[in-house]
């Protein structure tokens, strides 16, 4: 099973500022099949991005997932502020399916 | 309108059964896998299980693998997943998730509002 390191925990920032979040893979993601997903309180989660870089339909373009192997940052440029949630990285590149702890971009 | 939205959570006493249902709308039911994802309080995603398009294909999460089935009426549009032997470690949201293709390891590109499950004495 794949496990994968989020970091860090919580990121305090302010609106207009940049935020780089980390997904750290115990093993290489196969394709680089690694998803990002934004979660808020009460909410389910939204796909942001897929195949480490595309983004899903909708998603503004200061979001921008990065990397390979077992190193998968993800930006936002400018962070606005229905930015501030939660955030999961997924691996689907082989079984079991599996999700990171994930990163809280709270504001500062 | 696409959307997802799940039903049948509850509470329920540990060693008892419930059988949670998905209905889909506005895509084409039967093209996609479709998983059920869950979370714990204050946890990140934990996936669950996956059927592929056809319903022939299904995948077991470790963790449940023995006491949960997942199946779906494509006539319907509907997902479910029936769970026994329910255990206190079982307590999450339970998420229906449709999959971005007919394959079964795949992310989710579109996901229901959820339905809580308790599993409690």
């Known amino acids: 099973e794949i496990v994968l390191t989020q970091s860090p925990g919580t990121l305090s920032l302010s609106p207009g500022e940049r935020a780089t979040l980390s997904c750290r893979a115990s093993?290489?993601?196969?394709?680089?099949?690694l998803a990002w997903y934004q979660q808020k309180p009460g909410q389910a989660p939204r796909l942001l991005i897929y195949?480490?870089?595309s983004r899903a339909t909708g998603v503004p373009d200061r979001f921008s997932g990065s990397g390979s192997g077992t190193d998968f940052p993800l930006t936002i440029s400018r962070l606005e502020p229905e930015d501030f949630a939660m955030y999961y990285c997924?691996?689907?590149?082989?079984?079991?399916?599996?999700f990171g702890g994930g990163t809280k971009v709270e504001i500062k | 309108e696409v959307q997802l939205l799940e039903s049948g959570g509850g509470l329920v006493q540990p060693g008892g059964s419930l059988r949670l249902s998905c209905a889909a709308s506005?895509?084409?039911?039967?093209?996609?896998?479709m998983s059920w994802v869950r979370q714990a309080p204050g946890k990140g995603p934990e996936w669950v299980s996956v059927?592929?398009?056809?319903?022939?294909?299904?995948y077991y999460a470790d963790s449940v693998k023995g006491r949960v089935t997942i199946y779906r009426d494509n006539s319907k549009n509907t997902l479910y997943l029936q769970m026994n032997s329910l255990r206190a470690e079982d307590t999450a949201v339970y998420y229906c998730?449709?999959?971005?293709?007919?394959?079964?390891?795949?992310?989710?590109?579109?996901w229901g509002r959820g339905t809580l499950v308790t599993v409690s004495s």
């Open positions: 195949g480490a870089s």
């Open positions: 059927i592929s398009g056809s319903g022939g294909s299904t």
């Open positions: 998730a449709k999959g971005g293709a007919n394959i079964v390891y795949w992310y989710f590109d579109l």
């Open positions: 093993q290489s993601v196969s394709n680089n099949y």
């Open positions: 997924q691996q689907y590149g082989s079984s079991p399916l599996t």
């Open positions: 506005g895509f084409t039911f039967s093209s996609y896998a």
